[in-house]
């Protein structure tokens, strides 16, 4: 399985911006995405992207102030994450392997990071 390192949480006030990373051996061979969990709520796929970044996914949530990247050279994927809000406020993770479409981000392998904590006040 692939290990994943996920970095870069934190805490902000609403309208701030953070930037998240992830790093994994062997990434660059994978579709790579980002996905939170927010307490009492299941986790879901906000935001994927294709092996050389030529495909992106964002759930409507993030559309607009959130990017995904990557540098499959130092072997990095990376959220940046502007004009946050409240409602931001969750675990994220990185996953490998993902498959994606128009409408959906989804883990197929089932590998996870152990998660970074963003924390969003008002």
């Known amino acids: 399985q692939v290990q994943l390192l996920e970095s870069g949480g934190g805490s902000v006030q609403a309208g701030g911006s953070l930037r998240l990373s992830c790093t994994a051996s062997g990434l660059s061979y994978y579709h790579m995405g980002w996905f939170r969990q927010a307490p009492g709520k299941e986790r879901e796929g906000i935001s994927c992207?294709?092996?050389?970044?030529?495909?992106?996914y964002y759930t409507n949530s993030v559309k607009g102030r959130f990017t995904i990247s990557r540098d499959n050279a130092k072997n990095t994927l990376y959220l940046q994450m502007n004009s946050l809000k409240p409602e931001d406020t969750a675990m994220y993770y990185c996953?490998?392997?993902?498959?994606?479409?128009?409408?959906?981000?989804?883990?197929?392998?089932?590998?996870w990071g152990q998660g970074a904590q963003v924390t969003v006040s008002s």
């Open positions: 992207i294709s092996v050389y970044g030529s495909s992106t």
């Open positions: 996953a490998a392997g993902v498959s994606f479409s128009s409408t959906y981000c989804r883990n197929d392998l089932g590998s």
